[in-house]
């Protein structure tokens, strides 16, 4: 009898454990699958955002539907948004270059799966920026 | 290893949670360059943002009603786009609190605040593909001329941009050294122009300033 009363107990609290688990383990994944950081390794140049989810892992059915770029609190740095049609960054514009200083929005009216999104900070210094790009599809 | 049922199971569910958190914080962690500096802005919890008196002390188009006419008004499936993703989200703009600026050649501007900042929202039609880019500055950096946004290529760059109050003109400068002057309305200039941006200037009753905005394929900016 008292088998058997361990072992319900069990029972219950194996799955429980688990989907507690689980539920740390989604938001996880929804912020991989949504949105990321980037930052440019070393001054000047250009910061390919290419269609990927997460290190290693090519993105074909997303798309970029909005760049965000945010300065720290400290800079605020001067930055052109490209769309090309290639995922290596070569190409013309698929939609026309939008520059700003931090804090800019550009949403884009369609899907862009594969395409790379070209983040130009025209020579700028680079120390202490970081980006944040979203894609949904 | 494991005699008993009870030492089995504990063993189970432990594995079960170390595999799902270590997974958990691998993935959390895959999408976070060690280089970068986490934006400390949540995208999720923003709200609406009441216009910063100390702002529109500085911005007279934030210090009148709004009207009918002011609706933020953005072409088919742009707006639905806007509202789920951008600063709305981000930054507490407040679209409800937007003025309608000046409007030239079919480009539309709108100054809006935020929680903190002050935004500038353009379309700009004029483009192959109408871009509603939108920037939100800081006082500071607004008194400076940083609401400003460039879009497109030669020969068509549109520049769109917020100045203070005081401003009737704004002078912008080409990568060839020559120039244009856009009049000021409402605190906003719009000028669609056809070569490579440079900078803009502009006079204040503090003094003049003057500020690098290229375009994509105008000239670098430097330091």
Known sequence: ??????????????PL?????????????AKASGQGYFCPSSGGGDIFLHGYGQPGDRCTQWY?????????????????????PNADGSGGDVFP???AYGYADMPLPYAVADYATVINHQGAGHSGFSGFAYWTG | MFKTTIQRRIALIAGCAIFFGAGAIA??????????????????TAAPAAIDPSIAAHFGILRRAVGASDAVEFGPGMRDNFDAQSAVRNWGLNVAEARRGQATNGSQVWVAPATNLICLLSELPDQAVAVPATTCQTLTSALQGKALLVVGSAPKIQIAGIVPDGVDSVTISFDDGSSAVAPVQDNTYVATVARPTASVKFDTPAGPVELAAPSADGPAVKG
């Open chain 2, 27 to 44: 993935i959390a962690d895959s999408t976070d360059n060690p280089l970068s500096t986490k934006p400390a802005l949540d995208a999720s």
């Open chain 1, 97 to 99: 270059a939008v520059c």
């Open chain 1, 64 to 84: 970029y539907s909005l760049i965000h770029t945010q300065a720290n609190n400290l800079y605020s740095y001067y930055t052109c948004a490209d769309v090309k």
């Open chain 1, 1 to 14: 009898m008292a088998v058997s009363t361990v072992r319900r107990r069990g029972a219950i609290w194996l």
């Open chain 1, 17 to 29: 454990l688990c989907g507690v688990a689980l539920a740390l383990f989604m938001p996880a994944i």
